[in-house]
């Protein structure tokens, strides 16, 4: 059953869409659509916001999710890590709540 929750954004690969100290408000057991931001354990077990790109098969065959940063020059992402198993991705982003709160 889905869960609201808040995730902290701790790093520049998101920008320009979030920056370090924004406050969001996540969807825990949400489903991820391409184009909308995740927070999501990467494969080595860093927690990080991220953009869901696409549907992809991870290295063990599973399904999952290509994410990527908004800042392609900044932050791990699949690029680095490879796709991310569906149940790695941990919620799906709602809004900023601070310092200018907006959808997303």
Not at 32 to 51: E, H, I, W, Y
């Amino acid at each position: 059953m889905p869960s609201i929750g808040l995730a902290h954004v701790s790093g520049d690969s998101m920008r320009p869409t979030l920056a370090p100290g924004d406050r969001l408000l996540v969807l825990h057991g949400g489903a991820p659509r391409p184009g909308r931001v995740v927070v999501a354990r990467l494969a080595d077990g860093t927690v990080a916001v991220k953009r869901a790109v696409e549907r992809r098969t991870t290295a063990s065959g599973r399904p999952g999710w290509w994410l990527l940063s908004d800042d392609p020059d900044r932050g791990v992402d699949s690029r680095h890590r490879g796709p991310v198993p569906d149940e790695d991705v941990l919620a799906v982003v709602r809004a900023r709540l601070w310092p200018r709160p907006r959808l997303l």
